[in-house]
């Protein structure tokens, strides 16, 4: 086991950060630094706030993906939430930041921050989720908040619901908790990666590590390898897919 503490990195050009308390662990499986667990046990006096949050790993741990207001050092890169990635041969790298595109001329500069990166075991495919933010008004009440979005399926990022998406650990499927907007209810969508198709489950919530769901009345939503199942008082449904609308649009800049 060896220890290190991140200002240590910092000090190293890496980020730039005012004097945070932070203590990084490392678990190396053999002196070629080669990461296995990485272990981020964060102390901070910053106004309660964590600046680093979200920790997700590859099974192996050799990447760590984090969200993060905090800048590379160096860089114009903006004060709000982004996603960074850290591999331990490359160091850290800034993965996604997030702008919306629409601007409305005279009222509040609203913008989308990356946060919640969700990882399959083996690194290929990453779900987040685009949280925009309104500084007050009435033109927010219409906002939707929440976008699921999955990278590494080849082209551009994929928009896959509203809502805040985890990852199935094997990258095939997304379990989302969805609200619209302040006014929606609060709902479960299941999509599978392989198909543009959305299966939307009301009265659901997500529970446990987000890769499960329960609903009222003893209803449970399961999944095998075949894709999601609907347990309902000892009968089990197997879910079709019906095409849900895709709406939205996200720059990204690696």
């Not at 910053?46 to 590859?58: K, S």
């Not at 993060?68 to 850290?92: M, Q």
């Not at 595109?101 to 500069?109: E, F, N, T, V």
Request: charged share 15%; with cysteine.
């Amino acid at each position: 086991m060896e220890e290190r503490s991140l200002a240590a990195i910092v000090s190293k050009r890496r980020f730039s950060i005012n004097a945070p308390m932070i203590c990084v662990k490392w678990m190396f499986s053999s002196a070629s630094d080669l990461m296995r667990t990485l272990l981020l046990l964060v102390l901070f006096n910053l106004r309660g706030v964590a600046q680093i949050q979200d920790l997700a790993t590859t099974d192996d741990g050799q990447q760590l993906y984090f969200s993060s207001s905090y800048r590379l050092k160096g860089t114009a890169e903006p004060g709000y939430p982004k996603i960074f990635r850290y591999v331990a041969e490359r160091g850290f790298q800034l993965f996604r930041q997030l702008e919306l595109l629409i601007q409305s001329p005279g009222l509040d500069p609203n913008f989308f921050q990356a946060e919640r990166p969700s990882i399959s075991g083996d690194g290929r495919v990453l779900a987040y989720t685009a949280s925009r933010n309104c500084v007050g008004g009435s033109h927010c009440i219409g906002f939707i908040y929440h976008q699921g979005w999955v990278a590494g399926l080849g082209g551009p990022d994929r928009y896959v619901e509203s809502g805040t998406p985890t990852l199935s650990p094997d990258g095939r499927y997304v379990l989302a908790a969805v609200a619209e907007s302040w006014l929606a209810p609060l709902h479960t969508a299941w999509i599978n990666l392989s198909q543009p198709a959305t299966t939307s489950l009301e009265s659901f919530s997500v529970i446990g590590d987000g890769r499960q769901a329960l609903g009222n009345g003893g209803v449970a939503l399961l999944t095998d390898a075949q894709g999601p199942l609907l347990w309902n008082r000892g009968n089990i449904q197997r879910l079709s897919f019906t095409v849900a609308p895709v709406q939205g649009r996200l720059s990204n800049a690696a």
